[in-house]
């Protein structure tokens, strides 16, 4: 059975940073697809990064130089390094899995709706 497992969210200021990470059972990270992505209330839910094993990794732009996604395998576990937060990035975040391919649909990170397997969420809130 494959889970996906967030923490690491919190409360932070504007310009602070935090880790997340996605501990993950069950599936295999170099053949397929992992990555981030987040939904602010109101708001659909977007990819913020995406590992692709069939292409590369995707980052949304407006997070580009400020977000690092990383990959563990001994630790089967899924990072992603927020830096210069901004108080738009205030959202609950996933880690999510799936079929690698989707970069050769899209451009920028996988598609929500191309993800199979999702964790919980774990809220990141960034005042101003």
């Known amino acids: 059975q494959l889970l996906l497992e967030e923490s690491g969210g919190g409360s932070v200021q504007a310009g602070g940073s935090l880790t997340l990470s996605c501990q993950v059972s069950?599936?295999?990270?170099?053949?397929?697809?992992m990555g981030w992505f987040r939904q602010a209330p109101g708001k659909e839910r977007e990819g913020v990064v995406t590992?692709?094993?069939?292409?590369?990794?995707s980052y949304l732009d407006s997070v580009k130089g400020r977000f690092t996604i990383s990959v563990d395998n001994a630790k089967n576990t899924l990072y992603l390094q927020m830096n210069s937060l901004k108080p738009e990035d205030t959202a609950m975040y996933y880690c999510a899995a799936g079929e690698a391919g989707w970069c050769r649909v899209v451009p920028g990170p996988a598609p929500a709706y191309g993800m199979n397997y999702w964790g919980k969420g774990t809220l990141v809130t960034i005042s101003s």
């Open positions: 069950g599936f295999h990270f170099i053949n397929n697809l």
């Open positions: 590992i692709d094993n069939d292409c590369s990794t």
